[in-house]
């Protein structure tokens, strides 16, 4: 039934006696430009809740990164998102995480854990990359480099290109690493560094999938040993240092130099012998003595020109025997090792002999040296007089009774030697 037949019949007398007005001339013009004005509104709305339904979807779709663990049986290539190229050797345990971008890609941060092993390392830049390892973190932008976890000796790590900063677990002690270097974090720090060629590995950081390994690995190996050797080195120097010589090698009476005489022995002692700086005095030598700032200053002054004096004659006679001017970076003693290892056993004893009876008063056994086995035997000389010599200096400069007690302080000066190549 429709509304008109509720009607009763004089509302419908009404109804039927009722025109509609006359609408305005624009009404048509108005309804066509409110239609047009309100239909953008509509478009951009449909615009807008599109997007949003993209951009939830690619966020649905890229939630959680990239994630791996590589427990390595043998020398195997990783990708680590579109980051690194990480070649693991044998034995090697690690973890990545990988943020994604918008697309999906790992292309943004990085943290691995390195928890065992050797591993190389080539890093696009980009965000943040982070390795951590049990003794530190290194933080890389774009490099190639090395990381060597043990856990004996602690964790290596040799940078090839760019720079690392390597941060110790404990403490937060930071290191930058620049390409050429090593350093060496263990449970106690950051203990050592190392110069190495930055060459170390060119054909794995321009091969294709880095097949050179090996080579690496043996460097790596190399430069740990160095580090232990480097420790062994410091802990018997101070050994030695301190533990007290019962053979005198100074002020030895008559019998004494006869007794060196006959076995061909030679003893003297020296303040260490140093290329490109000076021997020190140390505070608690100088407070042993009592010495004034005026007096230590004499005493080091005098050690210096010493030393000066006796490293020039090492350096000559160096050159003279081996003909290798190359003597930048040569310690004292890696030029008097290899000063005895150009010269002969016989001559070395016929040396021995003659300054041996010198010393003693007695006449030369062996004819007079002649070329290198002189130059060699003036070299010795003045290793076995520059302890009198030095003293006698001092005794001038500072008085004869205190220039004996700063020799007498350590039962001689520091440096001490007893030995022979035997008689001829």
């Excluded at 006796?310 to 003693?333: C, F, K, P, R």
Aim: glycine fraction near 8%; proline fraction near 4%; charge should be negative.
């Amino acid at each position: 039934m429709s509304q008109v037949d509720d009607f009763s019949d004089d509302e419908r007398e009404l109804l039927d006696r009722w025109s509609a007005p006359t609408p305005p001339v624009s009404f048509a013009a108005r309804v066509l430009r409110e239609r047009r004005r309100g239909w953008p509104r509509v478009r951009y709305g449909v615009v807008a809740a599109c997007l949003a339904l993209l951009t939830a979807g690619l966020l649905l779709r890229n939630r959680g990164d990239l994630s791996g663990m590589v427990q390595s049986n043998a020398r195997s290539t990783i990708d680590i998102g579109k980051r690194a190229v990480v070649v693991a050797e044998s034995g090697t345990v690690l973890e990545y995480h990988v943020a994604k971008d918008w697309r999906g890609e790992g292309t943004g941060p990085v943290w691995v854990e390195q928890r065992q092993g050797t591993a190389f390392y080539r890093v696009e830049r980009g965000g943040a990359f982070k390795v951590h390892t049990v003794n530190g973190t290194i933080e890389v932008t774009g490099t190639c480099f090395t990381i060597a976890v043990d856990e004996r000796t602690g964790v290596l790590v040799t940078v090839h290109e760019g720079s690392v900063v390597a941060e110790h677990e404990v403490g937060g002690t930071r290191e930058s690493v620049l390409a050429g270097n090593s350093v060496l974090l263990n449970p106690k720090g950051v203990v050592a560094t190392h110069a190495h060629s930055a060459s170390a590995a060119p054909h794995i950081m321009h091969s294709e999938r880095y097949s050179g390994m090996a080579d690496l690995g043996d460097h790596v190996a190399l430069m740990e040993q160095t580090a232990q050797l480097r420790e062994q080195v410091r802990v018997l120097q101070n050994r030695l240092a301190s533990k007290p010589n019962s053979e005198r090698t100074y002020g030895l009476d008559q019998d004494e130099l006869l007794r060196l005489a006959d076995n061909c022995e030679l003893s003297w002692d020296t303040p260490q012998v140093q290329v490109g700086t000076s021997p020190k005095l140390t505070d608690d030598d100088a407070r042993a003595l009592g010495l004034t700032p005026e007096q230590r200053r004499i005493l080091e002054e005098t050690m210096a020109q010493a030393n000066a004096r006796m490293v020039g004659i090492l350096q000559t006679t160096y050159i003279a025997v081996t003909g290798d001017e190359n003597i930048a970076g040569l310690s004292a003693t890696a030029l008097l090792s290899e000063i005895e290892d150009k010269t002969s056993t016989p001559e070395m004893q016929r040396i021995y002999e003659r300054l041996a009876a010198e010393r003693a008063g007695l006449p030369p056994r062996s004819p007079k040296p002649q070329g290198r086995e002189a130059q060699v035997e003036e070299l010795y000389r003045a290793y076995v007089t520059m302890g009198d010599e030095l003293q006698g200096v001092l005794a001038e400069r500072l008085g004869a009774s205190l220039a004996e007690r700063i020799r007498d302080l350590r039962d001689g000066f520091s440096s001490r030697r007893h030995s022979s190549f035997g008689c001829p």
